[in-house]
């Protein structure tokens, strides 16, 4: 996979409260999966500003677009209800996944969706790093092959199954 990006949803840091770990723990550990590109967005916790960037994500075809944080109980983790606006069919074995296999009794806690929107998978991730981390190593085999069944199909030669 060539092309990531990532979208940090953290209100306090968007204001330079507090220092995002998330996006250079997961840009990092992406470039050592090879991804050559790690594009990445640091937002408030604003359903219309992560709609617009997921939205902008799917028209530029990136293949893959993982957002951290937002997909708790508070009233401003709005995350999974942006997503739900973007894609066009769910993929839930992917969450069920990794809350299945998340090293935390809180990891049932999420409320994180994964999707496609056109030929871009998108799925969430915790705001806290270090289960960010844990939820990308659980996923990453999963989301490449959805990302290469979805590119092959934009390809001239068709499906691939």
Known sequence: MERVHLITLSDRASRGEYQDQSTPL??????????????????????????QDLRAAVVAGLPLVLTCGGTGFGSRDTTPEATRRVIE??????????????GHPLAFASRAVCGIAGR??????????????????????????????????????????
Do not use: Y
């Not at 590109?37 to 604003?46: G, I, Q, R, W, Y």
């Open 26 to 51: 997961l840009s990092s550990w992406l470039k050592g999966q090879g991804v050559v590109t790690v594009s990445a967005s640091l937002m408030p916790d604003e359903l219309a500003l992560l709609e």
């Open 89 to 102: 069919r769910e993929a839930p074995g992917i969450c069920e996944l990794i809350r299945a296999r998340g």
């Open 120 to 161: 871009t998978v998108i799925l969430n991730l915790s705001g806290r790093p270090a289960a960010a981390l844990e939820q990308i190593q659980l996923a990453w085999p999963l989301l490449a092959h959805a990302v290469a069944i979805l590119r092959k199909e934009g390809e001239a030669g068709g499906p691939c199954t």
